[in-house]
């Protein structure tokens, strides 16, 4: 059978996030109630759960979460690509063992520096390819989260099992996302779960990207290796390269990927907002996302929740206080925030943004 | 009224517009292969004119102020008063030959179908009670005759 | 006077049942094939001068007559076969080049027809046509590498582009080697249709200039017609270096060809033969093109996009990373099923290599080299439906050409004689008795007939596909698999097997 990377799993899912915009943290909770409450969304292959906040005392080293098949793996990465680096601190992730899920790979994390002076590139363009460059070869290795003061925990099972696999309960955090994974296949692969992280990105996905040949087709142009053959990297890295190497606004890369139709942007009476609508259209066509999809995309400074433009998926948004939530399912988004001043859908194409007070977007 | 204009651009000079005419005035139900077997068939309305590259189809031009029905003794040939046709009431016709001498562009001749009793005047009726729109700019393979639609009566 | 070895091909049957004697056979059979007797007040017939262009047997009334190929045969040889005979005695007869028109006709396999397309089922709705809206909106031209410069600006200049509503447009095909009738044909169906056709080599006609927004002008090896009018006419300009039916050989009209007309329009005498050179003889290697690309750009003032024509040849791959890199804005790739008036024989039948292959390789080596963008690809070689175009998007182009499609459209029966300047349907020819035979306004009805009929089948089976807009389409090899190719031909074309 093969392994995941190596054939496409469509998703069907659950996704769920929520954020404390005056950057006040909390328990692991709310997001876990939430993604128990849409267990029928998902059949158990797959969940996991992101957080920002949570490294407090290393907030500025890359904080890398990896997982090894055996410790011959672990010495080998550890050798060959972490001695690249300071490393600040190196330690197994504390798990539990539960009968929901076991049979887990070994699971470390790394709080690392790069070492000055000895790269030419700008600092996160070498991130990103020395993560690419493990995660590439068959190592052993994989690298599932790579952001600072921020992680992933994900595995195969029901997300709310994995979030008690790995004590999820002693994190605080001050923005939260989590998915449950309903794959059409038995992948049994722990790297395949949601979220897909790349420095501080993440993403959670329910949906399916026809598009997803022409996507990665432009991305691997531009350096991006689509490991595995999952939408949600292929997601995440259009993101990286418009808003962070290509120095996008947000509502531009949104607009790229979510574009008005022709027939509105024909009649536009507005002459600059539909040459705006023109040329990203023209150069960005490649990284349009077609097909059913609601995600959220977080960074440290916050998150926005997106649909497609023909709405294929449900999402509903919630605000209470300084806090938003954003899940698949009313209720979801009811367990997260019990008294809302405000509870939504959002349109197809228009993001729902939820960012920490005095940001003004997710990267700059 | 209805008139039929020729196009000489796009006229192949194949000739089908008059094996039609022919066809449908002697076989009102178009079947070709019976119309020409007859022994009696009734000429075209419409001839085609050649010369080296250059054709184009000649039929009755429904004139305003018609000679022929003027000439006509019999009061055979007639122009209707609401739609501007000129044609020929073959019950009337006593072949005569007058109004055939009579046109200015020698549309007219005398003809006689398997169902006629006698020869009679024969000319481009608008295929009047045979067919909506004249077979000829029906059949047309090259849409080179058009029936344009004109204020009026003629 | 010696033998004549040559047999008739083919045998015309009258039906004298169903003959009603009207001659229009005769009248509209420019080869002289029938006759009719005035002894034995019957039709008769030459039918060694038959063709099979079919113009008899559509035009009679009474559906009389028939064309078959004749039963006569040689003895039975896989090696020596009755072509392979008659080649011979042609060239014993004439000592000439053999020609022939029209696109390769050999039985090799047809790869689009290997390409299965994916439809979705339960993880992903398929959308429909008739209720959401699909967007088949195409940008040929230059993409920039980024949207914002280094300021955080939009660029003042962008590249070019021509604006295609639909991902189809009609291929390269001279006035000379077709009469000015298709071409105002094709340039009304373009302008309705809101894509392009191409001048071809023989010169953009006056009564054209018109339609100067749907039109792509050509500058091919023998410069017909180019002056500076002429390259601000159109809407882009394309300089042709090769084309798929005859890869290596420059164009050719027979000096019959050449009226009054085609003389004033190409700038050339009346009655010679426009043969065009081999190579531009300014375009000896890679450098050379691309001084005439911006030649060409500097001309018309960086207003309009400058593109390049090739024949799919074995390294395909590399001469268009070189002409991407040459600063052509778009590159057209002709496969060698692509049509012609008239190219030798042997050319067409032995020169070039399937379309198919060609794109494949060109999308892959350019995205390898990060280049993609900045050219659109146009395929063209035989797209001979929907499906086609289809395939071709997936494989990745952004646009495809069609010519044959276009002229059997407009009533082409394919009789591969175009070359004789004889066309019975007066579309490749220049006698005015014939060119008569077209008339403009029912062309461009079928074309444009064609062409929506097209339109909406693409859009069922992108909505099918779960897509719906082209964008996602191009280079999406994920959409396709192969059936019945060798594990090297999926490898090149870059699909999976059906079934994976």
């Not at chain 1, 790269?119 to 952001?147: C, H, K, R, W």
């Not at chain 3, 004439?94 to 397309?117: E, F, K």
């Amino acid at each position: 059978m093969l392994r995941e990377g190596e054939v496409r799993i469509p998703a069907g899912c659950a996704i769920a996030a929520v954020i404390d915009r005056s950057k006040t943290r909390f328990s692991c909770q709310k997001i876990v109630d939430a993604l128990a409450l849409m267990r029928e969304r998902s059949n158990g292959l797959g969940g996991g759960i992101a957080a920002y906040g949570i490294y407090p005392q290393y907030a500025d080293c890359y904080a890398l979460h990896i997982f090894y098949d055996d410790n011959l793996c672990r010495q080998r990465v550890e050798n060959d690509y972490l001695s690249r680096f300071e490393i600040a601190l190196a330690e197994e992730i504390k798990t539990r063992k539960t009968r929901q899920v076991n049979r887990s790979p070994l699971i470390w994390r790394y709080f690392i520096k790069p070492r000055l002076c000895e790269y030419d590139d700008p600092e996160q363009d070498m991130m990103v390819t020395f993560i690419m460059e493990i995660n590439s070869q068959n190592l052993g290795a994989y690298v599932f989260s790579s952001g600072k003061n921020m992680g992933a925990f994900k595995g195969v099972g029901f997300p709310e099992d994995i979030a008690e696999f790995f004590c999820l309960e002693d994190y605080q955090g001050y923005l939260w996302t989590g998915h449950g994974r309903f794959p059409t296949n038995t992948p049994g692969w722990w790297g395949g779960a949601h979220p897909f992280c790349l420095l501080d990105w993440s993403v959670v996905h329910n949906g399916e990207l026809s598009s997803y040949g022409t996507n990665r087709a432009y991305l691997e142009m531009f350096g991006y290796k689509c490991s595995l053959q999952t939408d949600t990297e292929v997601i995440a890295y259009a993101f990286d390269l418009m808003v962070r190497r290509h120095g996008l606004p947000l509502e531009y890369a949104v607009q790229a990927a979510c574009p008005p139709f022709w027939k509105q942007i024909d009649a536009d009476q507005d002459q600059n907002r539909q040459q705006l609508a023109r040329t990203i259209r023209m150069v960005y066509s490649s990284l349009l996302l077609n097909g059913p999809f609601s995600i959220v995309l977080a960074t440290g400074r916050g998150m926005m929740g997106l649909n497609d433009r023909i709405k294929l998926r449900p999402m509903s948004v919630a605000t209470q206080g300084e806090l938003m939530a954003i899940a698949s399912e009313e209720v979801a988004v009811l367990a997260m925030c019990p008294q809302p001043d405000n509870i939504w859908q959002p349109e197809g194409g228009v993001p729902a943004l939820g960012l920490l007070k005095g940001e003004s977007s997710l990267w700059h | 009224m209805k008139r039929i204009v020729a196009l000489a651009e796009y006229c192949l000079g194949c000739g089908l517009c008059a094996v039609y005419c022919s066809a449908l005035h002697t076989a009102p139900d178009l079947d070709l292969v019976r119309a020409f077997r007859q022994p009696k068939r009734l000429a075209a309305g419409i001839t085609v004119e050649k010369n080296l590259e250059f054709a184009v189809a000649r039929s009755c031009r429904h004139c305003e102020n018609p000679y022929c029905v003027e000439s006509c003794i019999t009061g055979a040939m007639v122009k209707d008063p609401l739609t501007g046709e000129v044609w020929c009431d073959v019950e009337r016709c006593v072949a005569c030959w007058t109004c055939v001498a009579a046109c200015p562009y020698g549309m007219v001749t005398i003809s006689q179908g398997p169902h006629d009793q006698h020869p009679h005047a024969q000319k481009c009726d608008l295929c009047r009670n045979l067919s909506e729109v004249p077979v000829c700019v029906l059949k047309c393979p090259n849409e080179a005759l058009v029936l344009v639609e004109e204020e009026g009566v003629a | 006077m010696a033998l004549n070895l040559i047999r008739p091909q083919f045998i015309v049957e009258r039906d004298r049942e169903r003959c009603i004697d009207c001659r229009v056979c005769e009248n509209q059979c420019a080869n002289g094939v029938h006759r009719w007797d005035q002894t034995r007040r019957e039709m008769t017939l030459d039918t060694s001068q038959c063709v099979n262009c079919h113009r008899c047997v559509v035009m009679c009334p009474t559906e009389a007559l028939t064309v078959v190929a004749t039963p006569h045969r040689f003895r039975d040889n896989a090696n020596w076969t009755d072509k392979a005979i008659y080649e011979i005695y042609h060239q014993a007869a004439t000592g000439q080049v053999l020609l022939t028109s029209m696109g390769n006709d050999r039985a090799h396999h047809i790869y689009w027809d290997h390409l299965l397309l994916n439809a979705c089922q339960v993880t992903n709705p398929p959308i429909d046509p008739l209720r959401e809206p699909m967007e088949l909106k195409t940008f040929v031209g230059a993409k920039p590498d980024r949207l914002l410069n280094q300021r955080g600006e939009i660029e003042d200049d962008l590249p070019p582009q021509v604006e295609l509503e639909i991902p189809v447009m009609f291929s390269a095909m001279s006035l000379g080697s077709i009469s000015l009738n298709v071409h105002k044909a094709l340039a009304r169906a373009a302008q309705e249709l809101g894509i392009c056709y191409n001048t071809g080599e023989g010169g953009l006609h006056k009564d054209l200039r018109q339609y100067g927004k749907n039109t792509i002008v050509q500058v091919a090896s023998g410069r017909f017609g180019v002056d500076i009018d002429y390259l601000r006419a159109g809407s882009a300009i394309e300089i042709k270096i090769g084309q798929g039916a005859k890869p290596g050989i420059g164009g050719h009209l027979p000096g019959s060809k050449v009226s009054s007309q085609i003389s004033e329009t190409r700038m050339i005498p009346r009655g010679t033969d426009a043969i065009s050179p081999a190579p531009h003889h300014d375009i000896y290697s890679i450098e050379d093109l691309k001084q005439l690309v911006y030649s060409l750009k500097e001309a018309v003032r960086y207003q309009k996009p400058v593109g390049v024509k090739i024949a799919a040849v074995h390294n395909v791959a590399a001469i268009a990373s070189g002409v991407a890199r040459a600063g052509a804005d778009f590159i057209a790739i002709d496969g060698y099923r692509g049509g012609t008036g008239a190219a030798p024989l042997r050319t067409r039948d032995n020169v070039g290599i399937p379309i198919e292959f060609a794109l494949a390789a060109v999308d892959n080596r350019l995205r390898e080299e990060g280049i993609r963008h900045r050219l659109s690809i146009i395929a063209a070689g035989s797209i001979r439906n929907s499906a086609d175009v289809i395939k071709a998007i997936a494989l990745g182009a952004d646009a495809v050409y069609i010519g044959t499609a276009a002229l059997l459209a407009v009533g082409c029966h394919m009789c591969q004689k175009c070359y004789t300047g004889k066309c019975n349907w007066g579309i490749a020819t220049q006698d005015p008795w014939l060119t008569k035979r077209v008339n403009p306004d029912v062309a461009s009805r079928r074309l444009i007939n064609l062409l929506r009929a097209w339109e909406h089948e693409i859009k069922e089976m992108l909505g099918g596909m779960g897509i719906n807009s082209l964008d996602s389409l191009r280079s999406n090899r994920l959409m396709l698999r192969g059936i019945n190719l060798s594990d090297k031909e999926r490898e090149i074309l870059g699909v999976l097997a059906a079934g994976e």
